[in-house]
């Protein structure tokens, strides 16, 4: 048996991450962004990654969903290890396992909200009755019903943000990765989304791992990690603060 496999009746982590190391190169010097991070996400996780700005967050998350390579150290994504992947493989698994949400909602202004979601599936080959089966289905689960035919310039920043969680969440991934997913939305509407998510954890079992330094979605969540200097330097569960 590996040494890092699970003990019997222990689910395998949906993320390990094992001495993972970033350094990005500017002209001559090399700036160190993550110095060995150990860390695993288990299915059903809610969890904040915490630290001040430049503590490592957006790199950690971007190693984990694949988008960025590590210096040094291995990620794997429900027992796929990354490092061993290559370009075509990587964005499948990308496109199949992880689902992500950013601080700009990032959704494509020309389609509409229901198209947006469907996007995704579409890179899959889902076909397109089943795919405009689940983009409106999972626009229903964010509570967009009937805004399925707008474009992201006629709704809120809190409606984008919640078409991304749909598209996020339309393929169901083993995880959903969001950095700073609140930045850009005035307090009830950051609240609102944190309890959206709180309720797709706790009812669909979506794992969540939000990078952010919001107060309102660490108040939320049922796991604190928190990042200083490229290091995980806590990391505490607690019961769930449902309201
Ligand atoms: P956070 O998301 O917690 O604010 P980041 O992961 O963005 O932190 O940054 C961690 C460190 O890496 C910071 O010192 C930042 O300046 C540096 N960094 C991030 N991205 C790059 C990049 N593309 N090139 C050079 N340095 C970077
Ligand atoms: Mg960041």
Do not use: W
Request: aromatic residues 4%; contains cysteine; proline residues 5%.
């Amino acid at each position: 048996m590996p040494p890092d496999a699970p003990a019997a009746g222990e689910a395998a982590p949906i993320v390990s991450c094992r001495g993972v190391v970033k350094r990005y190169r500017m002209g001559a010097i090399e700036a160190p962004a993550l110095n060995g991070v150990d860390l695993d996400i288990a299915a059903g996780d809610f969890a904040t990654l915490a630290g001040p700005s430049g503590s490592g967050k957006t790199t950690l998350l971007n190693m984990i969903g694949g988008l960025d390579h590590p210096t040094a150290g291995e990620v794997i994504v429900d027992g796929v290890r990354l490092g061993g992947l290559d370009k075509d493989a990587l964005t499948d698994l990308r496109l199949r396992k992880i689902g992500f949400v950013f601080q700009a909602y990032n959704l494509i202004p020309v389609l509409s909200a229901v198209e947006n979601v469907e996007f995704v599936l579409q890179l899959q080959g889902v076909d397109a009755a089943e795919r405009r089966r689940r983009a409106v289905a999972a626009l229903k689960d964010v509570g967009l019903e009937g805004f399925e035919n707008r474009r992201p310039a006629y709704m809120s920043g809190g409606q984008q943000q919640r078409v991304a969680v749909a598209r996020a969440l339309v393929a169901k991934p083993a995880i959903v990765l969001a950095d700073e997913p609140t930045a850009n939305l005035d307090s009830k509407t950051a609240e609102d989304l944190v309890a959206l998510m709180a309720r797709l954890n706790h009812e669909a079992g979506v794992t969540f791992l939000i990078g952010t330094h919001d107060a309102r979605v660490i108040a939320r969540t049922r796991r604190h990690i928190e990042m200083t200097d490229g290091r995980i330097t806590a990391d505490e569960r607690r019961a769930a603060a449902f309201a």
